[in-house]
């Protein structure tokens, strides 16, 4: 019963295979492997994007803030939701990349980014000329940090706001696999034919050891890409091991596979919780990623048995009223089954 994160789970055993495949013998280092060779073909014909190019690094952190260092200036500011990964969860790290540029909140309901409200801080952003920082990048997040997603529709509407003020789009899409099962769009459909020029493609929560790609849509961004993630220190020499990941994922569907049985689980606990007298939601359950809040005496029953998962906020504890509202945040991950979520639901009744 380990919700704590996907982070949490294991990598998949075909993941683990490749690993071991391509530890045989000799490869070229630096990404200049046979295998990445493949990754990239393949990453194309996914996306229906045939001169992207594709970089790997090993965490989301650094394949975010140095896709954003690309598309933005240190006079510039990166539009973010408040509650986008790169405000709540990169410890300044996109400020650090791109030399300080700064990031303006934008606001919205889920976690999503509200059309009005970027429009809004658009027009506000660079009022006084040279006395202003400047606009420069979009990010949007999706799967959004409270388990909800932005659609194609969504997605389009908030890049065409964007590029009317001639600002390119970013996507952090950690759990973009999670999005596109949820809403059953074409990875390119989410991606640049709804305007979006770079994409963080996630792994590392879906099954991977620890790999995300970073698919520039307009490759004229691609020796930028090569330099800074050098100068970061986020070129792998033995890049084979980053490449046998992704090509694992990628491959006859593991990806969206792994995200589907997620998505399932997430949806199997949210209505569970919501059978549970006093229990809510406290965001849509679109992804893997459950929001609820149920009775301490619940939360006490499912602590006891071993049940892993945060308060959230972090700031609540087990003391008190049994029939006190307590709530969570519980994430589902490739490997969560039935039997975990049954069991775990059956603790929280009683």
């Known amino acids: ?17 490749a690993l071991a495949d391509a530890n045989e013998g000799y490869a070229m280092p630096y990404g200049n492997d046979p295998i990445m060779d493949r990754v990239r073909q393949k990453i194309r014909d996914l996306f229906e994007a045939p001169e992207a190019a594709v970089y790997l690094c090993a965490t989301g952190t650094s394949a975010n803030s140095i896709a954003l260092a690309c598309l933005c200036q240190p006079w510039q500011t990166v539009f973010a939701h408040r509650n ?10 996109p400020e650090f990349f ?36 400047q606009r420069g990048a979009l990010t949007l997040t999706n799967t959004t940090e409270n388990g909800t997603v932005y659609s194609v529709s969504d997605v389009a509407e908030l890049a065409a706001i964007a590029k009317s003020f001639d600002l390119p789009v970013h996507m952090d899409g950690a759990r973009f696999a999670n999005a596109i099962a949820a809403t059953n769009a074409s990875p390119a459909e989410m991606t640049w034919k709804a305007g979006v ?39 792998f020499s033995k890049h084979r091991y980053l490449s046998a ?6 491959t006859d569907g593991l990806w969206m596979q792994l995200a589907r049985q997620a998505n399932d689980a997430a949806a199997r606990l949210s209505a569970g919780i ?11 359950t679109q992804g893997n990623t459950v929001f609820a809040s149920w009775p301490r005496g619940g939360h006490k029953r499912a602590h006891d048995a071993g049940a892993a998962y945060y308060f959230w906020p972090m ?19 490739w490997c969560t089954t039935s039997q975990d979520v049954d069991q775990f639901l059956s603790l929280l009744r009683g």
């Open 197 to 235: 020029d770079v994409l963080t493609f996630g792994g590392t929560k879906n099954g991977l050891l620890g790999v995300e790609a970073v698919v520039l849509f307009n490759p004229d961004k691609a020796w930028e890409f090569e330099l800074r993630r050098k100068r970061g220190g986020h070129l």
């Open 98 to 133: 791109t030399g300080g540029a700064k990031i303006t909140l934008v606001a919205g309901d889920h976690a999503k980014m509200d059309p009005k409200a970027l429009r809004e801080a658009l027009t506000f952003t660079g009022r006084a000329g040279v006395h202003n920082v």
């Open 315 to 333: 700031d609540q504890d087990l003391e008190g009223p049994e029939d006190e509202l307590l709530s969570a945040r519980l994430v589902c991950s």
């Open 84 to 93: 986008s990964h790169v405000e709540e969860d990169e410890c300044g790290a």
């Open 274 to 284: 919501l059978d549970i007298e006093g229990a809510s939601l406290m965001h849509p």
């Open 245 to 250: 990941q992704m090509e694992a994922y990628v």
């Open 1 to 17: 019963m380990f919700f704590a994160s996907d982070n949490t789970s294991p990598a998949h055993p075909k993941v683990m295979q």
